[in-house]
């Protein structure tokens, strides 16, 4: 298994040439992506992320939010990863249920989802408390939705490398 990721791997074009040749040595291919840039590229599972509003840098990041905010979310991108990938994945970060209407928005402009292919994972860098994750688990469960834990974060902690 190799998981092509960032940053957003997708900007660069060399992303093409180490998919194919992670091809030839017969690699099971994950790649995650904010789903802001398409490109052909080998790929058996393709996660996209799309950001939510609760990713923005602080107002007092000035430009850096501005351009955060203006170019966090691409729906022709979206369908096209859709579309073009039929092992796929939407993974949002979410801090709670006050996120689950803009999840529901960004669903509602995109054609072709299933619940199944719908994946929450909680913010942070420490491990969702009990409650936290089961009021997650639980909008996942009515929703038909699936809960994705942070594994690195569970096993190793906020560090580089992990």
Same mark, same amino acid.
């Given at each position: 298994?190799?998981?092509?990721?960032?940053?957003?791997?997708?900007?660069?074009?060399? %992303?093409?040439? #180490?998919?194919?040749?992670? &091809?030839?040595?017969?690699?099971? %291919?994950?790649?995650?992506?904010?789903?802001?840039?398409?490109?052909?590229?080998?790929?058996?599972?393709?996660? %996209? +992320?799309?950001?939510? *509003?609760?990713?923005?840098?602080?107002? +007092?990041?000035?430009?850096? &939010?501005?351009?955060? $905010?203006?170019?966090?979310?691409?729906? *022709?991108?979206?369908?096209?990863?859709?579309?073009?990938?039929?092992?796929?994945?939407?993974?949002?970060?979410?801090?709670?249920?006050?996120?689950?209407?803009? %999840? $529901?928005?960004?669903?509602?402009?995109?054609? =072709?989802? *299933?619940?199944?292919?719908?994946?929450?994972?909680?913010?942070? !860098?420490?491990?969702?408390?009990?409650?936290?994750?089961?009021?997650?688990?639980? #909008?996942? !469960?009515?929703? =038909?939705?699936?809960?994705?834990?942070?594994?690195? #974060?569970?096993?190793?902690?906020?560090?580089?490398?992990?």
């Amino acid at each position: 298994h190799a998981v092509l990721t960032g940053g957003e791997p997708m900007i660069f074009a060399a %992303i093409e040439s #180490i998919a194919a040749a992670l &091809r030839t040595l017969g690699m099971h %291919i994950t790649i995650e992506t904010a789903g802001t840039v398409f490109r052909t590229v080998a790929a058996d599972l393709m996660s %996209i +992320s799309p950001k939510l *509003a609760n990713s923005a840098p602080p107002e +007092s990041a000035g430009v850096w &939010r501005e351009r955060h $905010e203006a170019r966090r979310l691409n729906f *022709a991108v979206l369908q096209s990863l859709l579309d073009a990938y039929p092992e796929r994945q939407l993974k949002f970060v979410v801090a709670g249920e006050t996120d689950v209407p803009e %999840i $529901e928005g960004v669903l509602a402009k995109l054609r =072709g989802v *299933a619940p199944a292919d719908v994946l929450l994972m909680p913010e942070g !860098i420490t491990p969702p408390d009990r409650g936290e994750a089961q009021g997650i688990a639980a #909008i996942c !469960i009515r929703r =038909g939705w699936r809960y994705c834990n942070r594994l690195h #974060i569970d096993l190793y902690g906020h560090r580089r490398g992990t």
